[in-house]
């Protein structure tokens, strides 16, 4: 069965970096791609990016474009979202989650608390 | 700039059909899809490409689109749909959007 783990909670200081992991299994990992969301209490989901497992390309949310990088490691069926420069408002629980053109999203990690503090 | 927005919360009593609307303005030429989430859990896909069913989801849920607005559609609810529902879509940049998020109650 498809599966997507995640690594676990991070706190860390405004202006740092984090990265998170997202093991896939249960599927070819490089026929499908690997999207992260990102959901801050009490908001919205919030799309930040996207990539392509197979070739490595990536795309990006403006909003994010510039401290968001994704990238995958086919040897361990893993993808990495490193975001930088972090800020308190960064404080939120990050999903990967794989997807194809004509199913978004349809399977989910279990999610990464993500904590900005000082 | 572009959003989909759906009621902070709809309420039905069991049994009862739960419609929860998302509007937007590039619905007419892009796919709704639907994923609903309790609480402390990740999101599951409940309806895509505006109203088919990935396996594993219940019947009683259905999904429709016109025009501007997509509609979720949960008919016989019961107390184990209470969650968030997000409708997704894009727009014509390939932005990608969720809306705010409806909090369905069923008691």
């Known amino acids: 069965q498809v599966q997507l783990v995640q690594s676990g909670a991070e706190v860390k200081k405004p202006g740092a970096s984090v990265k998170v992991s997202c093991k896939a299994s249960?599927?070819?990992?490089?026929?499908?791609?690997i999207d992260w969301v990102r959901q801050a209490p009490g908001h919205r989901l919030e799309w930040m990016g996207w990539?392509?497992?197979?070739?490595?390309?990536?795309k990006y949310s403006q909003k994010f474009q510039g401290r968001v990088t994704i990238t995958r490691d086919t040897s361990a069926s893993t993808a990495y979202m490193e975001l930088s420069s972090l800020r308190y408002e960064d404080t939120a629980v990050y999903y990967c989650?794989?997807?194809?053109?004509?199913?978004?999203?349809?399977?989910w990690g279990q999610g990464t608390l993500v904590t900005v503090s000082s | 700039s572009y959003e989909l927005t759906q009621p902070p919360s709809v309420s039905v009593s069991p049994g009862q059909t739960a419609r929860i609307t998302c509007s937007g303005d590039?619905?007419?030429?892009?796919?709704a899809y639907w994923y609903h989430q309790k609480s402390g859990q990740a999101p599951v896909l409940v309806i895509y490409e505006d109203s088919k069913r990935p396996s594993g989801i219940p019947e009683r849920f259905s999904g429709s689109s016109s025009g501007t607005m997509a509609t979720l559609s949960i008919s016989g609810a019961q107390v184990e749909d209470e969650a968030d529902y997000y409708c997704y879509s894009t727009d014509s940049s390939g932005n990608h959007l969720f809306g705010g998020g409806t909090k369905l109650t069923v008691l």
């Open positions: 590039a619905l007419p030429k892009k796919y």
């Open positions: 989650a794989k997807s194809e053109a004509s199913l978004p999203f349809d399977y």
């Open positions: 990539i392509n497992t197979g070739k490595g390309n990536t």
């Open positions: 249960g599927y070819t990992f490089t026929s499908y791609g």
